[in-house]
């Protein structure tokens, strides 16, 4: 792989090289996704499952052919079980809110970890408000790992629901997911795992894991924005109640009652990005053609040079230090305020991501305002991370 395949990456910035080390906030695209995306408009622009005409039938079948390629990409039972949402966020209120309505109850509880994005929060707070549920909360460590003691003690007989996610994206944890289902399931809990900094890092194996739910982004694995992916176990969702009403997640209307449509439609109403899910086609074929677990490597080794490298800065501290990590690097430099950090990187041109991250818990766990945060790619380089090194040594006498 070169820069030819991520053209933006050639980008100066400020007259530096463009050095993107923000990749868990959003990964650049290979120039095979950016042409899919034109190539549709150019081609095949039509709405899908509906039309009676040749544009129409060819835009449905290249978009049904992307979900038979999530689901193997996956390796989920059916492509029944692939929902198409905007992201990782719309998945995951999607199953809160409609699993809430369903299952949810005065004086339930919901397990959440203290990790979580607000994303993996705030959907089950409002499902929990709804109900009169309340949430529990799964501790971890300084090194930012998960206490699995304390989580096997908060399941209770009112536990209706886990939700974890796979990767932390502020202390970069790979928490053990296949262990935190097979609990819940001990006490007959399904459980929502949140991949949205797991599946461009990893393989994903939703049937070895065994999890219930499992929802992820497009755009943080090489697609465009504006698709992302719910995955459920056919059994669970085909008890769901709809969550949006709309075009094709009917079977029939009057006004007086409607009939929904089978799985997966009955969870994707009205007209799909439909340009975006082709695009994430053309980023599974991108990832798998440069080997998920070759691009998993990569990332780990240059996770522990980059590790081995900030740690040997004067003043630097490191938040999320787990055994098992991704490539995700949290740090303070001395007392200085997180934002003046990125906003002196930047102006050599490294793009870091500065604050809570969305993760707000995690700060206050701390006792900290926010970190500056670099994450990794599969294009990611040693001289990336050397030219992060170099200009934190450039700014720290600033700062410091
Ligand atoms: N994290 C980050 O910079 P959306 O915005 O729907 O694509 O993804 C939400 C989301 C959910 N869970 C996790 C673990 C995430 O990391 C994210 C997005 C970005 O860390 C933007 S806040």
């Known amino acids: 792989m070169t820069n030819t395949d991520f ?37 095949l622009n039509s709405n899908i499952h509906r039309g009676a005409h040749y544009l129409a039938a060819q835009a449905t079948e290249r978009y049904e052919e992307v979900r038979r390629k999530v689901q193997q990409f996956i390796n989920a039972a059916s492509s029944s079980e692939i929902v198409f949402t905007r992201g990782t966020t719309e998945s995951i209120n999607l199953v809160a809110s409609s699993f809430g309505q369903a299952f949810l109850h005065s004086g339930d509880e919901v397990i959440v970890s203290g990790m979580e994005h607000h994303s993996n929060i705030v959907p089950w707070q409002l499902a929990a408000q709804r109900a009169g549920a309340t949430l529990r909360v799964i501790p971890f460590s300084d090194q930012g790992v998960l206490d699995l003691d304390a989580y096997r003690a908060l399941f209770s007989s009112r536990t209706r629901i886990v939700a974890c996610t796979h990767v932390s994206n502020t202390l970069g944890t790979v928490n053990p997911v296949a262990e935190i289902v097979a609990v819940a399931h001990d006490h007959g809990v399904p459980v929502l795992i949140d991949g949205a900094q797991a599946v461009a890092h990893m393989p994903v194996d939703v049937q070895h894991l065994g999890c219930d739910f499992y929802c992820f982004s497009g755009h943080k694995m090489y697609a465009p924005m504006g698709v992302g992916v719910m995955y459920g176990r056919e059994e669970l969702l085909s008890q769901l109640p709809p969550y949006q009403g709309g075009g094709e997640m009917i079977k029939d209307v009057t006004f007086e009652r409607t009939t929904y449509n089978d799985l997966p439609f009955r969870f994707e109403a009205g007209t799909p990005s439909v340009g975006d899910v082709l695009g994430l086609g053309a980023a599974i074929d991108f990832m798998q053609r440069q080997g998920i677990d070759n691009i998993g490597r990569h990332e780990e080794q240059l996770l522990r040079y980059a590790t081995d490298r900030l740690s040997a800065l004067p003043g630097i501290r490191l938040f999320g230090t787990a055994p098992h990590k991704a490539g995700v690097i949290s740090f303070l430099l001395g007392d200085a305020h997180p934002y003046d950090v990125g906003t002196l990187l930047d102006k050599l041109g490294v793009a870091v991501r500065t604050g809570h991250h969305c993760t707000q818990p995690i700060m206050d766990r701390y006792g900290i305002p926010g970190t500056v945060r670099a994450s990794l790619a599969c294009y990611t380089t040693r001289d990336d991370i050397d030219a992060l090194v170099d200009a934190l040594g450039r700014i720290a006498p600033m700062l410091m």
């Open 7 to 43: 053209p933006i990456l050639d980008t100066q910035v400020y007259n530096h090289r463009l050095v993107y080390l923000d990749n868990a906030a959003t990964t650049q695209k290979p120039r095979e996704v950016i042409e899919t995306l034109t190539n549709y408009y150019l081609t």
